[in-house]
Nanobody
């Protein structure tokens, strides 16, 4: 089992930056592709970004491409999401997750059904 805990959320003005962290415990996440999702009030949980096992390939939703950067530090069993140029529409609860699929294509990693381990989420609020 993998336990995931997000941190780093908060309130920020539009145009600002935040860095989210996802700390894993229970077992190493080296063998897992990892992803970030978010859920705004009244909306479904949506894909934000993902990073494959080796960290060599990253994927982003069009809405965050060029503003967010996903990375991982396997030696620390941790994943990050650097968010810049934040917009009010980025307001949501952000979740990190570990994929249980043996595949690491975009179509697989953007699908939340392919993730077997989830954190509890961290709130990000962007004021206009």
């Amino acid at each position: 089992q993998v336990q995931l805990v997000e941190s780093g959320g908060g309130l920020v003005q539009a145009g600002g930056s935040l860095r989210l962290s996802c700390a894993a415990s229970g077992r190493s996440v080296t063998s897992y592709a990892l992803g970030w999702f978010r859920q705004a009030p009244g909306k479904e949980r949506e894909f934000v970004a993902a990073i494959i096992r080796s960290g060599g390939i990253t994927y982003y939703a069009d809405s965050v491409k060029g503003r967010f950067t996903i990375s991982r530090a396997d030696a620390r069993n941790t994943m990050f999401l650097q968010m810049r140029s934040l917009k009010p529409e980025d307001t949501a609860v952000y979740y990190c997750a570990a994929s249980i699929s043996p595949y690491s294509t975009y179509s697989v990693l953007e699908n939340r059904e392919n993730y077997g381990f989830w954190g509890q989420g961290t709130q990000v609020t962007v004021s206009s």
